[in-house]
């Protein structure tokens, strides 16, 4: 049982189609769900049509199905791999020895890392660069073979101008990659927007309980998917079969659960801002970000991360031990709120020592905000002894 590639009609709302999409035709008497297909080879065939063969290479219908879903969303075609990092990795595998990547100076760590190490082995030359400053930007893309953007980023909330720099990237001949976890299918298609290939991290928001790994490329071009594919194959970044199946169940409640959690975000940010203890607000839903007009053109929401600073890095962990209902824990995007200080990750420099990451979940309103208060206020105290 496959899913039906052109079950879903055109036209429905994102919202709509992260319920239909991915599902199998409607056949009497069979599940509504591609089910957990749990499966290393299959039987051989004679046919053009009898490609199904051994999994790795050939795919399962329940990793499909979320391909086929994600895909509508993002208007491309989707390769399903083990993690986001598997993901990303398979794009920088694409490149060619020695090639020049221009990547953000903000970006997740795991992919500034995984750049690092390329470079560190010979493998390329990667220039990070302020994605906010799009000259900049267009100016260092210049005989570059990748450009790799991450908007909304990751930790400080940057937004870069993506219409704008895919469109640098393209004329430079620079294949464009985008890291969509933050913003998710709902809040941001980069395809529409001029890059080649989406990337997100589906163990946050489209997984969305914090219970999975895995990730996915969405490619404009079926060649490049095609690439991508290949590779996967090649290096076994082959998503779980329970885990590409809880993706898609993500999936369905994406749109609930984000609405639910930017308004949180969203409010959570304006108190924030007002209070004596927190020297900065990082989320571009507020007027007063500095991409607060390029996010408004190009995204259809803000999303449900923010980032706050306080004091210093002992005052930011005394916080973290002081909330309650949110979560001290790394990761983001699940129903529950989550926050820690990034800049005790490794290579972090450029993160304010008192910057706290909040990804703010599906609670009631007034449980996170009075966790917080309550939180911020010894925090003030043991942060200014005066
Ligand atoms: C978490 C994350 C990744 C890495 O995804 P994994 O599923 O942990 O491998 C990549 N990009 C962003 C923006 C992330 O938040």
Redesign the pocket.
């Known amino acids: 049982m496959t899913a039906d590639q052109s079950a879903t009609p055109a036209g429905l709302h994102p919202e709509t189609v992260v319920i239909c999409a991915g599902r199998p035709g409607h056949t009497a008497s069979e599940p509504l769900n591609v089910p957990i297909v749990l499966a290393s080879n299959f039987h051989a065939g004679s046919t053009e049509e009898d490609r199904r063969a051994y999994s790795r290479t050939d795919a399962t219908p329940t990793w499909e199905a979320l391909e086929t879903a994600v895909g509508q969303l993002e208007g491309g075609h989707a390769v399903a791999f083990s993690?986001?990092?598997?993901a990303?990795a398979a794009v920088l595998d694409l490149l060619p020895a020695g090639a020049r990547i221009v990547a953000p100076a903000d970006?997740?760590f795991?992919?500034g890392e995984l750049l690092a190490d390329g470079q560190q082995q010979g493998r390329w030359a990667v220039d990070r660069v302020d994605l906010t400053e799009t000259a900049t930007v267009q100016a260092a893309v210049t005989g570059a073979h990748l450009l790799w953007l991450?908007t909304p980023s990751?930790p400080l909330l940057d937004i870069a101008d993506l219409p704008a720099l895919c469109a640098a990237g393209r004329h430079a001949g620079a294949l464009v990659g985008v890291?969509n976890?933050?913003a998710t299918p709902l809040l941001q298609q980069p395809l529409a927007l001029g890059a080649d290939v989406v990337v997100h991290?589906?163990?946050?928001f489209i997984g969305g309980h914090s219970d999975l790994?895995?990730?996915i490329t969405i490619a404009r071009e079926q060649t490049l998917a095609e690439r991508l594919r290949h590779r996967r194959g090649l290096s076994g970044a082959t998503p779980g079969a329970l885990e590409a199946f809880l993706a898609l169940r993500g999936l369905r409640t994406l749109a609930l659960r984000l609405e639910r959690g930017q308004a949180n975000a969203a409010e959570l940010a304006r108190r924030l801002d007002q209070h004596p203890a927190v020297s900065r607000v990082r989320y571009p839903g507020l007027p007063g970000h500095p991409g607060h007009q390029t996010a408004a053109a190009q995204m259809t929401g803000f999303g449900a991360v923010l980032a706050f600073e306080v004091a210093d890095a002992p005052t930011a962990d005394r916080l973290c031990d002081a909330v309650h209902v949110i979560v001290h824990a790394t990761?983001?995007g699940g129903v529950e709120s989550t926050i820690e200080r990034r800049s005790k990750l490794p290579d972090q420099e450029h993160v304010p020592p008192g910057l706290l990451r909040l990804s703010v979940g599906c609670e009631h309103i007034d449980d996170l905000w009075n966790d917080l208060n309550t939180a911020l206020g010894p925090a003030t105290r043991l942060g200014n002894p005066a």
């Not at 993690?83 to 598997?86: L, Q, R």
């Open positions: 993690s986001g990092m598997a990303v970006c997740y795991g992919v991450e990751n890291d976890t933050f991290s589906t163990t946050k790994l895995s990730g990761s983001l």
